[in-house]
């Protein structure tokens, strides 16, 4: 695992990489986070999918779908580099990978009173076109998911 590492590395120069404990893309200090030891094919997948949202020049999301859209994008970047390397990334794997958002923007927009899925208004709340209840959303992706019911009072009636 360590030689096909070496060889991305070297094939994307221009792109600034960390040994770390995880995989991720930092569009603020542009570098590319991976694993020290990698130890699975899985783990090159995940290093071109991080690849994938650099070179794309994956940088913030407003709305939690477009953050779905920047993973859909990344891992397509993916699979098209993923041949330079005699590899084929599982779909499965992807698709995992992706539920994990799906699952994500799911809950955050699911209206705790109702129970219906709702639309996002702003980055950090939503509301329910079902019963009209409104909710914030935490702003990280990587926290727990809860949702804050607003007071009725900030609610603008129809």
């Not at 990489?17 to 020290?36: A, G, L, M, T, Y």
């Not at 994938?52 to 999301?61: M, Q």
């Not at 698709?95 to 996002?120: F, I």
Request: hydrophobic share 30%; net charge neutral.
């Amino acid at each position: 695992m360590k030689n096909i590492i070496d060889t991305i590395r070297n094939d994307f120069k221009h792109l600034n990489f960390v040994e770390d404990e995880i995989f991720f893309w930092s569009p603020k200090n542009q570098e590319v986070h991976f694993r020290k030891n990698p130890t699975s094919e899985a783990d090159v997948w995940r290093l071109l999918h991080e690849i994938g949202h650099a070179v794309l020049d994956h940088k913030r999301y407003n709305l939690d779908i477009n953050l779905l859209h920047l993973e859909i994008a990344a891992w397509e970047e993916a699979k098209r580099n993923s041949g330079r390397y005699g590899m084929i990334i599982s779909e499965d794997h992807i698709q995992d990978c992706l539920d994990t958002y799906r699952d994500w923007l799911y809950k955050r927009s699911t209206c705790p009173d109702c129970l219906n899925t709702s639309l996002q208004n702003t980055s950090n709340s939503y509301n329910c076109f079902n019963c009209n209840n409104s909710w914030k959303v935490s702003a990280s992706r990587t926290c727990r998911t809860y949702r804050k019911k607003q007071k009725a009072s900030a609610i603008e009636a129809f």
